[in-house]
């Protein structure tokens, strides 16, 4: 009892003076967020940022007595340290001091001899340089004469330590090559570098990856321009924005708060877990709410080559479909490394261009993987698997009901019924497709299997089809709200599309056409983009429609180059109309023209300006050399706190119809566009500038001028 007793007092006095000796320090502490040459920080000052927020100074980290220069959050009860400027070099006594020194260093002296132990570094110099810590928790070095006070000579922001803050620019900036990434502490006590590194990989499609020294543990990602696929833990939530930068100069991701009173940020462990974390002022503590990798199967390439890891499952590895282990004896004892081999067999063969490694079942946020197969193996493919990859054939009698005999008040443009009710009281539209675009009976067939698997939010959905004497039909979901020219283009009614609305539709058919393009390697190209081929559903969400048609019914063609050029008058590209030439990028000049037609309200087929006679295209380009690019705005969209994103709009509509294929952007780089900041480079001259460009293109290739009907068909002359 003696020795418990005699063992508490001096604990006691010990932890009394724990709780003093911070308040002690806090007496001595410069109040001030800034530095200068005069000025300096020893151990046991600190600098506040100026809302309170950061605190600056030298800390012991765990059960170390080493010191460092460090950055923790000033107000928490918990201490956290979010950066570390001498990770490396450790003091091992109190002398440490932090300094500005010309021409614009933030320096960290042992004071006993003078020696440098750690700096910043900067490529310039400047006359009067000073240190300020933000209170966003970024420690800057700039010219206090700057009159611009965002011109950094070095930010401890391009230099994080384990800690991932809101406002961080993570990622590469690819002109002076500076990558800004996250690299973990060896442990608790000691900041300096250890295993665990996370990175933004800027090759290819972005990809986050959390490495253990060279080797890939996990990956987030890829970004696909809307979100990091495959990864449903790493989306924005309400409490913070994500901004994903991608031009020629920068690829970097960031993080802004919604709301500046949720403290959060974002660390990877010594031990490699990526963690997200937020401050609850309730319980005075940070909780945790994500952990990457979340899970085992998280864990990169676990199932090897062609395995497939789902969670739910036990053991989680298994085999994608026809594939089987390798090597079984290894699966037996949970060793999936080599992951699974094809049992084909032999009446088919499966091409891959590559392994294929790394994949999970996901309930959300996944990604569909598509598989070229030859079409033996795919027929084998659905005998096997049922109804499901079966598209519903329909009786002629059926749509003949529910279109009352294609009678004329259900029609919908050319070809084109609706709505029709099926017995089930589901609404449909059909297309009835004249005889003489048929390629045949199994190619139409074929395509439209190919084309009912196409799925996605922005392509309209083939329910079935119908193949019957003469008739060919096509049965489409109904969209309630029409084509995007009804209401477009008539006065009265597109004072119901405001910004948002417009801009919605402007991204929903730059991803519909994002996933034609480039879901499949092969490459759907639409080649008849207008606005009449933009169905709403609805919620007024964009669906594109026509798509595939005219790949399949467009004639004897090859990939690169057509005889019969089916378009439409003002939505094709130059080198389409005149040469018959077709890719991807003359579906970048439809889109192009849409949008600028979905921002001005303006058809760009039959606009002249009166002045000086420039089409749509012309004429906002000759607006946004001017400067006056508002002026090509749609009156009728009064407000004008959207403007910068009208003003993107724009300038990705002008990208898109530039007079060389070349120049064009592709359409994932204008997704991102859409959705980003960032410098975008300037359009050049579009292709079609003036009305005139357009006839005589027109006249000199064509033997069926069109008047006033939509649509035009231009026979090229034979090839000799
Ligand atoms: C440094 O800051 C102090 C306090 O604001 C000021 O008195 C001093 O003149 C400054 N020195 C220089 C060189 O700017
Ligand atoms: C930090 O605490 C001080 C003193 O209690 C208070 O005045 C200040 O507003 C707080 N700052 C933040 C960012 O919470
Ligand atoms: C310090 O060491 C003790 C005993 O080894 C341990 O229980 C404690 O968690 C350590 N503290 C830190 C912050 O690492
Ligand atoms: C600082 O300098 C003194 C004197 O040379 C030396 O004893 C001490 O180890 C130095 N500290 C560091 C961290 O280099
Ligand atoms: C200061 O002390 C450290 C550690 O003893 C030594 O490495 C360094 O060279 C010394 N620097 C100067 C300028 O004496
Ligand atoms: C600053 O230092 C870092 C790390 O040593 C280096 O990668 C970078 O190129 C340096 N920057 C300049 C401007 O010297
Ligand atoms: C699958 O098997 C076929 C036929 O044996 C072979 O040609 C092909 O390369 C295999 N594919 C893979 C990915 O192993
Ligand atoms: C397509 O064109 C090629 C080359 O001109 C010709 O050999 C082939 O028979 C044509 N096919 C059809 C279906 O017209
Ligand atoms: C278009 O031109 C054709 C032949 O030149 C003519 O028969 C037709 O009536 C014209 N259509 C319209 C709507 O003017
Ligand atoms: C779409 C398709 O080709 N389905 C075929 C799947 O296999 C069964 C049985 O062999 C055929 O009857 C289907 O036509
Ligand atoms: C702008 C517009 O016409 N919106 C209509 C879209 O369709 C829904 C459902 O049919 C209508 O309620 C909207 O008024």
Known sequence: MMTTVQMDSPWKCFSFFLIIFPLIFQLFSVTADTINVTQSIRDGETLVSSGGMFEMGFFSPGNSSNRYMGLWYNNLTVRTIVWVANREIPLTNTDGILRVINPGLLVLLNNTNGSTIWSSNASRSVQNPVAQLLDNGNIV?????????????????????????????FGKNLLTGLETYL???????????GEYSFHLDPTGFPQILLKRDESVQFRIGPWNGIRFSGTPNAREDPTYRLVFVMNENEVNYREYALDRSVISRFTISSSGVAQRWTWVDRIQGWVVYMNMPADICDT???????????????????????????????????????????????????????????IRSLSTD?????????????????????????????????????????????????????????????????????????????????????????????????LGFCIQGEENLLIYEYMPNKSLNV????????????????????????????????????RIIHRD??????????????????????????????????????????YMSPEYAVDGLFSVKSDVFSFGVLVLEIVSGRRNRGFSHTDNNLNLLGHAWTLYREGRTLDLVDPSLGDSSYFPEVLRSIHVGLLCVQQ????????????????????????????????????????????NAPNSTNEVTITMPEPR
């Open 660 to 703: 060389s294929p070349e120049d064009r952007p592709s359409m994932s780089s204008v997704v991102l566009m859409l959705g980003n900041e960032g410098a975008f480079p300037k359009a050049k001259q579009p292709g079609f500038f003036t009305e005139r460009d357009v006839l005589g293109a027109r006249s000199s290739s064509s033997t």
């Open 300 to 358: 990169y390439g676990l199932c090897g080559a062609y395995g497939i890891c789902n969670i739910g499952n036990s053991p989680s590895c298994g085999c994608l479909d026809r594939f089987v282990p390798r090597n079984p004896g290894d699966w037996v004892r949970a060793d999936w490394s080599n992951g699974c081999l094809n049992a084909s067999s032999g009446n088919g063969c499966l091409i891959w261009y590559e392994d294929l490694v790394d």
């Open 487 to 522: 209401i477009l283009f008539d006065q009265t009614k597109n004072k119901l599309l405001d910004w948002q609305t417009r801009f919605n539709i402007i991204n929903g058919i730059a991803r519909g056409l994002l996933y034609l393009h480039q879901d499949s390697r092969l």
């Open 529 to 570: 983009l207008k606005a009449s081929n933009i169905l709403l559903d609805s919620d007024m969400n964009p669906k594109i429609s026509d798509f595939g048609m005219a790949r399949c019914f467009g004639g004897n063609e090859t990939e690169a180059k057509t005889r019969r050029v089916v378009g439409t008058y003002g």
């Open 366 to 462: 996944g990604q569909d993987i598509y598989i070229r197969m030859a079409s033996s193996e795919a027929e084998n493919y659905n005998g096997s698997h049922g109804k499901d990859s079966e598209l519903p054939l329909f009786h002629l009698s059926v749509i003949m009901k529910a279109t009352d005999d294609f009678s004329m008040n259900n029609k919908l443009g050319e070809g084109g019924f609706g709505p029709g009710i099926l017995e089930g009281g589901q609404e449909i539209a059909v297309k009835r497709l004249s005889k003489d675009s048929m390629q045949g009976l199994c190619e139409f067939k074929n395509e439209v299997i190919f084309i009912a698997k196409l799925q996605h939010r922005n392509l309209v959905r083939l």
């Open 141 to 169: 070095v700039r010219d206090a004469s700057d009159e611009n006070p965002e011109n950094f000579l070095w930010q401890s922001f391009d230099y994080p330590t384990d800690t991932y803050l809101p406002g961080m620019r």
């Open 183 to 193: 690299l973990s502490w060896r442990s608790n006590d000691d900041p300096s570098p």
